[in-house]
């Protein structure tokens, strides 16, 4: 076991692979400079949680950037961003909308305020909710504080996110409305891909840093956007969900992230959206394989949604294909889709071997396994107690297959995408134990273990 770790992941680098997934650097950075680089707080180099030096600039070059009132940048990704929001927002017991999709960060930051959530129910888990569910949503429910909204989704879609802002405003003011951007920053870098919610009504707004921009995993940075935050206090906030050790390895390669961006991601975007398209209308002039574009209106090009519903194959039979046969490693699969992720070092080249690999796997045969017949959507549980309830009380570990009717005492998470089908105090039903059983061979399932589930003691 000695150094597993690193050897892993050495092998993966030794194979040089089509790297279609998150981190948006594509291992193309230098990285001989790591271990030299990594210091801690010193004279020269200023002090994260209270800048007033070299990273107070940073700060605010990154603010002046992304057209923010204020902008701080986060090492313990999107999560720590989300969380402190939440906790600034609410109040115990205060009302937040809150999709049932939302990430599992989302969920923490309810637990640990002890706000109560407004539920949206999505039609479509991989569409997400659309701009009138929000807005009929906030009509129905006034009173609330604050909304969590995700812009764009996991795999791209995207809604007309200034619509929804203005209706919320118009609804109520004073509702604080926190867009969770992590997947779209480099929205605010080409006209040509959806709207940034930065130039919007919205309050507060999260980006990652790394997901298709070029700053390492773990980055993120969080936005203040208009003048009903109160910067200090949000500030507490996120000092507490930050490491009082911050790596200077995450702030610097925040920094290169955002003079490439801001300096040359008009150009890349546009590359990439013309690469986007010559792949899309190769692959599905030649093949049955064809590209979702959820949005309707303007596509983000650094998703590719490959939708596998009219070929032989499944999305995780033809994910396993592209990597044990050709080298290209995706960032997500489910029984309909593949999904890649592009970013700011993607090159054409790597398009080039997708669209090739592609090309030969539609003209193989395959034995598979016959597709899941179980679509798990719009999931509403029976709620029993309170997450905060529910945490408190005694548990135990059954078998996934003699869990119906119990109640989980845990979150219960597919990953990717991050988002819960169960929550603590949450019953638990046999479709739930029906879609579980369907993945969990799949893909990772936080709160499975070896096929059992923890849930409360009776």
Not at 64 to 74: A, E, H, M, V
Not at 201 to 222: F, G, P, R, W, Y
Request: hydrophobic share 35%; aromatic share 10%.
């Amino acid at each position: 076991m000695k150094n597993q770790l690193n050897e892993n992941i050495k092998n993966y680098i030794d194979k040089n692979p089509t790297r279609l997934h998150m981190p948006g650097h594509k291992g193309r950075v230098e990285k001989e400079y790591f271990y030299t680089s990594d210091v801690t707080e010193l004279s020269f180099n200023d002090n994260l949680l209270s800048p007033n030096d070299v990273i107070l600039r940073l700060n605010e070059y990154i603010k002046d950037t992304f057209k923010s009132k204020k902008s701080f940048i986060l090492v313990g990704g999107s999560t720590s961003g989300i969380i402190s929001s939440i906790l600034y927002s609410l109040n115990k017991n205060d009302k937040i909308l809150f999709p049932r999709n939302s990430h599992i960060s989302s969920y923490y930051g309810l637990f640990l305020s002890g706000g109560i959530p407004v539920y949206i129910y999505p039609k479509d888990n991989i569409l997400g909710i659309t701009e009138e569910e929000y807005i009929n949503a906030v009509k129905e429910n006034p009173d609330i504080k604050a909304v969590i909204i995700t812009y764009p989704s996991y795999f791209g879609f995207s809604m007309d996110i200034e619509k929804v802002c203005d209706e919320i405003k118009k609804i109520n003011k004073e509702i604080i409305i926190i867009v969770d951007e992590a997947h779209g920053t480099h929205f605010s870098f080409c006209d040509e891909y959806p709207n940034t919610s930065l130039r919007t009504n919205s309050d507060i707004v999260i980006t990652s840093m790394h997901k298709t921009l070029t700053a390492l995993t773990q980055t993120s940075l969080l936005h203040v956007n208009s003048d009903l935050i109160d910067i200090n206090k949000l500030k507490l906030y996120i000092n507490m969900t930050t490491s009082t050790s911050p790596s200077y390895l995450f702030l610097t390669s925040v920094e290169e992230a955002v003079h490439l961006a801001e300096d040359r991601g008009d150009e890349i975007l546009k590359d990439i959206k013309k690469w986007y398209i010559k792949t899309k209308d190769y692959v599905e002039s030649n093949t049955k394989f064809t590209f979702e574009e959820f949005s309707g209106k303007i596509h983000d090009y650094t998703k590719i949604c490959i939708d596998t519903s009219n070929s032989d194959l499944d999305g995780y039979t033809l994910s396993e294909i592209l990597e044990k046969k050709y080298n290209i490693f995706t960032e997500c699969s489910t029984d309909k889709y593949t999904l890649c992720y592009l970013g700011l070092k993607t090159d054409e080249d790597d398009l080039e071997k997708l669209k090739k690999a592609l090309t030969f796997i539609a003209e193989e045969k395959f034995k598979i396994k016959k597709r899941s017949d179980i679509v798990f959507e719009n999931n509403k549980p029976i709620i029993k107690y309170s997450m905060r309830n529910a945490l408190k009380m005694n548990r135990e570990s059954v078998k996934l297959d003699e869990a119906a009717n119990k109640v989980s005492i845990d979150y219960i998470v597919p990953y990717p995408p991050g988002f819960p089908i169960l929550t603590p105090g949450e019953v638990i039903d046999n479709d739930i134990i029906s879609y579980l059983k369907s993945i969990m061979d799949r893909q990772t399932v936080l709160g499975l273990n070896n096929g059992y589930i923890d849930v409360i003691k009776e």
